[in-house]
């Protein structure tokens, strides 16, 4: 059994004091502050680890179900390059038995095989559609990560693996299908997405990184939705797109986003509010946070607290950072 998470703040702060916001970027409903390096911060030193997508573009890794029979909460990535390969949290998996997301971020070390928690996006289906995964469309919803990384806390704290809530997950997939009026005959996130495909390609043309960006804070309207980060420049910029997918679907869907929250709050779930990315920034330096063993390299990290909450796979520094206006607050 995993072991329980140990108070740890500092990589956090550590990684924030380090940064800066820069001019606002926007386009329709979304808005992002690009967050980069301090302009006295060195640039870090090589990461070590590549993108699982780049990875499994060059055939260095794969992603296939786990040996010795399928199960829909794991998948096993293989690693045959020197260097690690980095699973985002929220990643989706498309092929196999059915579609999958990434319950966390991982670190697979070179050369080895690691299985990893998933969650499924795709109810309808268990059947085999290929031998193993391709990279789908980006990272899921960020609503629906926002969700996603409170379940895994909770079974964090419990001294529980990277479990996900998998009902909540489908009916999140299935509520989107059902607001989209997407073609969906296995009920998956992928076609809903597909379905908002124009309307994507439109935001993420309007975003480009910038040099020494390692990160952003995003807004859906006048409200900080999230924020996401990569420790190093050339690996964050490799994301960007997959980074930003998340945010865009829920910013050309905000009024489906914004109808869920307001039934949040009428049942006592209400959402942290921020107005301006840099108290955001604040509120996250000073969150609590939590430090326990993760699957593959690194640590996992649990943050919660003063409005805030959100999840950082560590390795000596920030490898991926997630933050989220905190639930229940």
Request: net charge negative; proline share 6%; with cysteine.
């Amino acid at each position: 059994m995993p072991a329980h998470p140990r108070p740890d703040s500092r990589p956090v702060s550590e990684f924030l004091a380090r940064t800066a916001l820069a001019p606002r970027q926007a386009h329709k409903a979304l808005t992002l502050w690009p967050l980069v390096l301090q302009p006295d911060a060195p640039d870090p030193a090589g990461p070590g680890f590549v993108a699982l997508a780049d990875a499994l573009r060059a055939g260095t890794a794969s992603v296939g179900e786990v040996a010795g029979g399928a199960q829909v909460p794991h998948v096993r990535v293989t690693n045959r390059g020197l260097e690690a390969v980095l699973v985002l949290f929220g990643e989706e998996l498309a092929g196999a038995m059915q579609n999958r997301i990434a319950n966390a971020s991982f670190l697979v070390p070179g050369e080895s095989q690691l299985n990893i928690d998933v969650s499924c996006t795709e109810a309808g289906r268990w059947a085999r559609r290929s031998s193993g995964f391709a990279a789908g469309l980006g990272l899921v919803s960020s609503a629906m990560r926002r969700k996603m990384s409170r379940k895994v806390a909770q079974a964090r704290a419990a001294g529980l693996s990277f479990d996900a809530d998998q009902g909540e997950v489908w009916q999140g997939v299935a509520n989107r299908i059902a607001f989209s009026a997407a073609y969906s005959p296995t009920g998956a996130y992928e076609d809903y997405a597909r379905s908002r495909g124009s309307d994507l390609h439109e935001i993420r043309a309007a975003f480009r990184p910038l040099a020494r960006q390692v990160g952003f804070v995003a807004a859906i309207g006048d409200e900080v939705v999230g924020l996401e980060a990569i420790g190093w420049p050339g690996v964050f910029a490799s994301c960007f797109e997959r980074l930003l997918s998340g945010y865009a679907i829920d910013a050309v869907d905000h009024a489906f986003v914004r109808e869920l929250e307001e039934q949040g709050e009428r049942e006592a779930r209400r959402v942290a509010r921020f107005d301006a990315p840099e108290a955001f920034l604040a509120a996250l330096a000073d969150a609590p946070c939590h430090s326990g063993p993760s699957l593959g390299l690194g640590s996992d990290l649990r943050i919660e607290g003063g409005g805030v909450a959100g999840c950082a796979l560590i390795e000596g520094a920030v490898v991926h950072l997630t933050a989220f206006p905190e639930e229940g607050a």
